[in-house]
């Protein structure tokens, strides 16, 4: 059964008919061309589909394109506030070596956005001590506790983690602060 449906990807408002069986991941990828998430294990385990909804990062792999009909998503492609510009977990990632071959990498940042809004918003995670008074992000093993569990859900078989936790953290202001 095919259904009509928008989409706002990147800024652009997408009105596309989809079968009602359609991943996120699928609608963005092979019907509007949005290559910037990536098809890993398409079972929500890797996370190189990651994009955000409305702010939120979600696994576009596991979530139906109807369930976000007329939602905002941003792909790490759709992150940056310019042609010459980049966003700052774009310039973080680069400084910090956090990407080798690439493929995660879009799945990555998007994540690493997540996160950074996650932990401004005092949201706790499995790594916070103190589930009612949120993260303590003034203590540099907790920092790196917390950006390691929550970009846990990401994987990349190259193995730059350091690189990737080291650019979360200075995206997120706590540069220096994550162990090497």
């Known amino acids: 059964m095919e259904t009509e449906l928008t989409l706002r990807v990147d800024g652009a408002t997408h009105h596309l008919p989809v079968d009602t069986r359609t991943s996120l991941l699928d609608a963005l990828r092979q019907r509007l ?11 929500g385990q890797c996370g190189a589909c990651t994009v955000l909804v409305g702010g ?10 109807v369930a976000h009909d007329g939602a905002e998503v941003t792909t790490a492609a759709g992150l940056a506030p310019g042609l010459d510009e980049d966003h700052p977990v774009h310039r973080a990632f680069v400084d910090n070596d956090a990407l080798q071959c690439g493929f995660c990498t ?5 994540s690493a956005v997540g996160v950074l809004d996650e932990l401004e918003r005092g949201w706790p995670s499995a790594a916070t001590a103190d589930l009612a008074g949120g993260p303590d ?15 846990s859900g990401n994987l990349c078989r ?12 200075q995206a997120g202001g706590f540069a220096g602060e994550v162990r090497r």
Not at 35 to 41: E, F, L, R
Not at 137 to 151: F, K, Q, S
Not at 158 to 169: L, N, S
């Open 33 to 43: 061309g949005a290559t910037s998430p990536k098809k890993g294990c398409d079972h």
């Open 56 to 65: 939120r990062r979600i696994l576009a792999c596991l979530a139906l394109a």
């Open 106 to 110: 879009p799945g990555q940042v998007c």
């Open 158 to 169: 190259c193995g730059a983690y350091k690189g990737i936790r080291a650019a979360v953290a």
């Open 137 to 151: 992000l003034g203590d540099p093993h907790t920092v790196d506790r917390e950006i390691a569990e929550r970009m």
